[in-house]
């Protein structure tokens, strides 16, 4: 059964930094896609950042682009989520997506988020 578990969210002031980071279990990561989404209060859940199985390739909302890094370590079925220049419209609870294919069906797999409030 695939698991995502987030950590590393938090409170951090306007134009600070945190990581956040997701760990797989269940599944062997490196063949599979991998993102971070957010949620803030009342609006719809947007893509922030992809990367690919073997993490050649990213790609990131037009928001973050600069900002936000995403990377992985398929050795520990982890990705991670780096973040400068935080600003207050980052706000939001930031999921970890992991898009499996199964018989040429993909089934995406989400953790159970983690709270990102940046403020002064």
């Known amino acids: 059964q695939v698991q995502l578990v987030e950590s590393g969210g938090g409170l951090v002031q306007p134009g600070g930094s945190l990581r956040v980071s997701c760990t797989a279990s269940?599944?062997?990561?490196?063949?599979?896609?991998m993102g971070w989404y957010r949620q803030a209060p009342g609006k719809q859940r947007e893509m922030v950042a992809t990367?690919?199985?073997?993490?050649?390739?990213?790609n990131y909302a037009d928001s973050v682009k600069g900002r936000f890094t995403i990377s992985r370590d398929n050795s520990k079925n982890t990705v991670s989520l780096q973040m400068n220049s935080l600003k207050p419209e980052d706000t939001a609870v930031y999921y970890c997506?992991?898009?499996?294919?199964?018989?040429?069906?993909?089934?995406?797999?989400w953790g159970q988020g983690t709270q990102v409030t940046v403020s002064s």
């Open positions: 997506m992991m898009t499996v294919w199964a018989q040429a069906v993909p089934q995406n797999y």
């Open positions: 269940g599944v062997l990561s490196s063949r599979n896609a």
């Open positions: 990367i690919t199985g073997g993490g050649t390739f990213t």
